[in-house]
């Protein structure tokens, strides 16, 4: 029977990108390099704004087509080769490792020696280096590994190995790799196979050619293929915004400051030498312009982009995106394109007087609704074993000047808060001491760099608030609304020296179409002001309390305080920073800290206790 496997065009940025190893229908493949791609049909996404940031031609999507580009070799679509190639037969237990030249057109691999032939499954354990590269293991090596090098001379054969369960023991000592060889026997159990074992790295990723096969000295660990660390994908996404009426940047007067330093003609004179990062240094020390602003000003400048500093990872970095968009939600008459449809809205609350309403109604300010929503997501490569380990480029040729992408459509809330009540909150010394305990964290967190593209310079008190605030969002809407919180995401805007203080909620389904409407009418007053008042009497309390509420540091790096599956984290597609640098405390108030909403909660309280003394 023949079948067919399909990778929707949406899946080939994320989850399925470039280097994802990933299982469909019992088999496993890994995503090819973009210079696999079908050189016809791959389809042009226009996103000028991300493309000019990210220092690249453009972008193009796969092609939305069945995709079994495998075993079609002139097939459109993202290309995926199968990985791992070391397969084995769950009856008679034989490897095989298999070839390019073994496939045939809509088949799974089958065992060579049993009849009827059974399908083949994938080892589940491969090999991955902080190089970036991925490989199979060397089951050969493996099963010969406690013989001496002498003993090992001796055996013959190369791939006459069995996968064997024993039923004596459990778990991974009850797996063994054997050598069938005539007079070999090599065998050994996989309880340690987890883990650094001198075995050499590929030097490349399963796609790659020979030719592009580096001397790699690093380490290689043994992971199983679908373990957490084994891809972390580099992706970038941009809101489709009007481009003529918002301001390259807010600040001109810091620009102005830049463009008359003493030091700038030399900066331009020296921009994209390592030279530059020097000058660049102190220009920003003295004006206090931001890498963002100091980028844009120098492409204007010379038409390119400042020098990396020499060890910097290769490929684009992470640009800041953050301060168009979030000129083009607060300006006064939102700007509108067929990909970018604005209205203001209210809360509906004006000359509201009793609590909690009147309490909530000053603690937010601009609520804009989003009825259509265009963004573009990129992805510019990825690392394996960690997050910050070397960067592998989406085109491991390096030869290619655009980058995968997809575009989705959608809808979204717009909020801000009250901007005089957020300052005078964040300058309470009592939480400005405790989110200086969350930054100490940070400091010390090997994802520094990457969370401070979206923190801002410096982590503030109004980014916590804000980021677990979209998050209390998120799960309230998706309770009341029957929006999957997986269908939902988040944009923070929170970069205190961008006086930015607001969070976008939206949905982005895919296609052209858009979605339904679903998200803005749960904007609309005065639908909106009573999800807001039951998620914060929701974020008062969380079933892991008190443990939860107390906790001085969980989550990934111990970035989070007081927020834990049961109460504020989302799936990991919906949050921009991996489910870090979340606290119900700074919300609804903890033992330490006073909340944002803290007064809603009390006056929300106040008249459930009032209303229950009149019934
Ligand atoms: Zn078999
Ligand atoms: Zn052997
Ligand atoms: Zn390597
Ligand atoms: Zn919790
Ligand atoms: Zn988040």
Same mark, same amino acid.
């Given at each position: 029977m023949s079948r067919t496997l399909r990778v929707r065009q949406s899946q080939t940025v994320l989850p399925f990108g470039v280097g994802a190893v990933f299982d469909i229908q019992g088999e496993s493949f890994v995503a090819t390099g973009i210079g696999d791609w079908p050189a016809k049909a791959k389809q042009r996404i226009e996103s000028p704004r991300l493309a000019s940031r990210l220092g690249v031609s453009g972008f193009y999507a796969a092609p =939305?087509? =069945?995709?079994?580009r495998f075993d079609v070799p002139d097939a459109p679509g993202a290309p995926y080769i199968r990985f791992p190639s070391w397969l084995f037969c769950g009856a008679c237990r034989r490897m095989k490792r298999w070839r390019i030249a073994d496939e045939k057109p809509g088949q799974p691999p089958r065992c060579p020696s049993c009849s009827p032939a059974r399908t083949l499954a994938p080892m589940r354990f491969v090999q991955i280096c902080q190089a970036g590269h991925l490989g199979d293991v060397d089951w050969w090596f493996w099963a010969h590994s406690r013989r001496d090098a002498g003993e090992r001379r001796r055996c013959g054969e190369r791939e006459k190995l069995r996968f064997l369960v024993s039923e004596r023991a459990s778990g991974l000592e009850a797996l063994s790799v054997a050598c069938t060889a005539k007079d070999c026997g090599a065998t050994r159990d996989l309880l340690d196979i987890l883990g650094t074992h001198g075995m050499r790295c590929?030097? @490349?990723?399963?796609?790659? @050619?020979r030719s592009e096969e580096v001397e790699c000295n690093r380490p290689v660990q043994v992971v199983q293929r679908t373990a957490g660390n084994l891809y972390y994908p580099i992706t970038h996404s941009a809101l489709d915004i009007p481009e003529t009426d918002v301001p390259a940047y807010a600040d001109d007067e810091v620009a102005a400051q830049v463009r008359e330093h003493d030091l700038w003609v030399s900066l331009c004179r020296v921009a994209g030498t390592p030279r530059a990062a020097v000058f660049q240094t102190m220009i920003q020390e003295d004006t206090g312009a931001d890498d963002a602003l100091l980028e844009a000003l120098l492409a204007e400048e010379t038409g390119q982009a400042p020098a990396a500093s020499a060890d910097a990872p290769t490929g684009p970095a992470r640009p800041d995106l953050s301060r168009e968009e979030w000129a083009a939600f607060t300006a006064p008459a939102p700007p509108a394109t067929r990909d970018f449809a604005l209205r203001e809205t209210t809360l509906?609350? =004006?000359g509201e007087t009793a609590d909690p309403w009147a309490s909530l109604g000053r603690r937010f300010g601009r609520i804009v609704l989003a009825d259509r929503l265009r963004e573009v997501r990129a992805l510019s490569g990825f690392t394996r074993v960690s997050p910050d380990a070397t960067v592998v480029p989406a085109d491991t040729a390096r030869r290619l000047k655009w980058l995968p992408a997809v575009e989705v459509f959608g809808e979204g809330i717009f909020l801000t808060l009250n901007r005089t009540e957020l300052t005078t909150w964040e300058d309470d010394e009592d939480v400005r001491k405790h989110v200086a305990g969350m930054r100490a964290d940070l400091d010390r967190s090997f994802q520094k760099d990457r969370l401070e593209t979206l923190t801002g310079s410096e982590l503030a008190p109004r980014f916590v608030l804000l980021h677990t605030l979209a998050h209390l969002l998120i799960r309230q809407l998706s309770f009341e609304s029957g929006y999957t919180t997986a269908s939902l995401r988040e944009r923070i805007y929170a970069r205190s020296e961008q006086d930015q203080y607001g969070i976008l909620v939206y949905t982005a389904a895919g296609d052209a179409e858009g979605t339904l409407g679903g998200l803005v009418r749960q904007g609309e007053p005065p639908r909106l002001v009573e999800t807001l008042l039951r998620m914060t009497e929701a974020a008062a309390w969380c079933s892991a309390d008190p443990l939860c509420a107390e906790h001085t540091g969980q989550g990934f790096g111990n970035l989070n305080r007081a927020a834990c599956h049961a109460c504020a984290l989302l799936p990991e597609t919906s949050c921009e920073t991996g489910n870090t640098l979340l606290d119900r405390a700074l919300v609804v108030g903890g033992e330490h800290v006073p909340g944002y909403l803290e007064s809603v909660v009390t006056a929300g309280r106040a008249a459930a206790a009032g209303a229950l003394e009149q019934a």
């Open positions: =939305a087509t =069945a995709n079994d590929s030097g @490349r990723n399963p796609w790659q @050619r509906g609350l =004006a």
